[in-house]
């Protein structure tokens, strides 16, 4: 049996490769925002480091299992390597660089279309598009009638998360926008817990909106 490829999905040799691309790609995407992108202060801590590595190569190991061969793992390889960093960000400053967003974006949407041409039906691209466009409009028209429920890069970001569950499905973009919301209140809830409810206010959201873009495509079939 090959240890490649089992049964059309990846074998375990590619499936660690991939895990192990997460760790080591992860920290030179931090030094990468870091020269590129000073205003943010420079390298995080090294436990915050050291956690964005074991996430990124976790995720790439669960969507490695969970897309095996199929073109579009590209896609939510890059997809796990920004969310987690856009998290991260978002998590110390309450901040969504503009730059970052975008090139999640265009990279996601370009690997998302380079899909379709190695076989992936071209419907699932039109309903990408179709996802990120929805899911942006429906985030700024939160902000406009509740600005403090998310903030403008929450609304950016919900584009190009918009585009990977319009990818997978319909159900997958209600889900994950919904599930957003869901892990948010629970973060500012455990916030609160731990007798800092004047903290819960401020809990970032963008954590949570790719915390559920995740759990929605490794779960929902």
């Not at 931090?30 to 390298?43: F, S, V």
């Not at 190569?57 to 579009?72: E, Q």
């Not at 902000?143 to 919900?158: E, M, R, T």
């Amino acid at each position: 049996m090959d240890i490649l490829s089992v049964g059309g999905t990846f074998g375990p040799l590619l499936v660690a490769v991939l895990g192990l691309l997460g760790l080591i790609v992860s920290p030179l995407a931090e030094l990468l925002i870091a020269r590129l992108l000073p205003r943010l202060g420079g390298l995080p801590a090294p436990h915050v480091r050291i956690t964005a590595a074991a996430v990124t190569g976790a995720l790439c190991t669960a969507f490695a299992l969970r897309f095996g061969n199929d073109p579009v793992l590209p896609a939510f390889v890059l997809l796990a390597v920004m969310g987690v960093q856009l998290a991260r960000i978002d998590i110390s400053l309450h901040l969504l660089p503009n730059p970052l967003v975008l090139l999640l974006v265009f990279a996601g949407a370009f690997l998302l279309a380079s899909s379709a041409l190695a076989g992936s039906p071209w419907s699932y691209i039109a309903r990408a598009a179709a996802g990120g466009a929805i899911l942006f409009v429906a985030y700024l028209l939160l902000a406009i009638i509740s600005p403090g429920a998310v903030g403008l890069g929450d609304v950016k970001l919900a584009a190009p998360l918009g585009l990977y569950l319009g990818y997978l499905g319909w159900m997958h973009l209600l889900y994950g926008a919904l599930l957003g919301f869901v892990l948010n209140g629970i973060f500012a809830a455990a916030v609160a817990a731990r007798k800092r409810p004047d903290r819960a206010s401020e809990v970032a959201h963008g954590p949570s909106m790719v915390a559920a873009v995740a759990l929605v495509s490794l779960l929902l079939a």
